[in-house]
């Protein structure tokens, strides 16, 4: 994928990512979770790398913040479920692998990390592991999902160079 197709490619996704966190998403407790952002991650992951997937996932967390659709739990669950996605689809370059990273760096990691945000700066109350529930179930619906586009895209030989 040469730069203009990799940014288009990057710009597409960002716009489907941002447009579609207003109309799909719901809430587990403190959480708004959008399944659509977690195929997006397995999405840029595979075909972007880690860097380009947690790039995406950053400026469509930026996105939904500005436009009021979004919190700041976007950042650490978004981004670092695309970048662990995409460094284990780079290591082992099996597609399942990138909805695996995303489930772990989202639904665990990025959950976690979403407790101090939530709890110092949203001001919001309740146990470290209250994000990992609603975050796993986001990011396991939206990991199957990305998982079967790839494997569509793949299929018709579309992005693959």
Known sequence: MNKIHRMAFMALII???TFASQYVWFSVG?????????????????????WGALEVAF?????RNILGVGSLLAFPGGMVGAF???YLYRFTRK??????????GTGIIGALLSYPIAKYILGSS??????VIPF????????????VVVLVLVKYKKFIS
């Open 95 to 104: 597609f399942y692998f990138a909805s695996i990273g995303e489930v772990i």
């Open 15 to 17: 716009a489907i990512g």
């Open 30 to 50: 403190a959480a708004k979770v959008t399944p659509v952002q977690h195929a997006i991650n397995v999405i840029s992951a595979v075909f972007l790398g880690p």
């Open 136 to 147: 796993s179930l986001s990011s396991t619906i939206g990991s199957v999902i990305g998982y």
């Open 84 to 86: 662990i996605a995409g």
């Open 126 to 131: 309740g146990a470290a592991f209250m994000f």
């Open 59 to 63: 400026i469509i967390g930026l996105l």
